[in-house]
């Protein structure tokens, strides 16, 4: 079970709920204007939050397959979708939001004593706001290092950080609020 914070983003124009445990990473080095990166500092899973141009598709859905293979293409790593499907951010009705879970698995590594996941689970959710010409992408990543996380338990697919990470996109959903729409106008 998680535990939450309510939390600002982008200096208040936006506000959700994130892990208790999870820092915000610009308090430490810098991060880009438009992103919003959070790390737990018990682990290494993260939550980066980015808004982007919005990408002029024929539908929606051809969207998300684009910024998910901006995400995923020319990395070595292979690519396991679990599910894609709508979703709805309760505190920002009206809006086409959209979720893709995968899994991303690294080829051998190079340099064998470097550390490397054996793979990582990713949730991304996909908020698009046409009118306001801006997609807001927010990745939730959950790396699993050997003999660093939980096996999942006998007849399950599912370790405990996946479940976390089912846990805080679902939060989000439910939380996500866009205080200052300003925040978009160029």
Known sequence: MVSFKHVELYGGAITTDL???????????????????????NGYSGIISEILQYVDKPTDLEALQYHFADLVDGTGDST?????????????????????????TPPAPEHPGRKQPEFVAIHLLLLRLKEKGTDILITINAPHYKGEY??????????????DGEEIRERILATFEVQNWGLFDA
């Open 80 to 104: 396991n979708v679990l599910g894609q499907g709508n979703a709805t951010m309760e505190k920002v009705p009206g809006k086409p939001v959209f979720t893709l879970s995968f899994i991303q």
């Open 19 to 41: 892990p208790e445990s999870y820092g915000d990473v610009s308090q430490i080095r810098q991060v880009p204007d438009h992103q919003e990166v959070y790390l737990d500092t």
């Open 150 to 163: 939980e096996k999942p338990v006998e007849g399950e697919t599912v370790t405990g950080l996946m479940r």
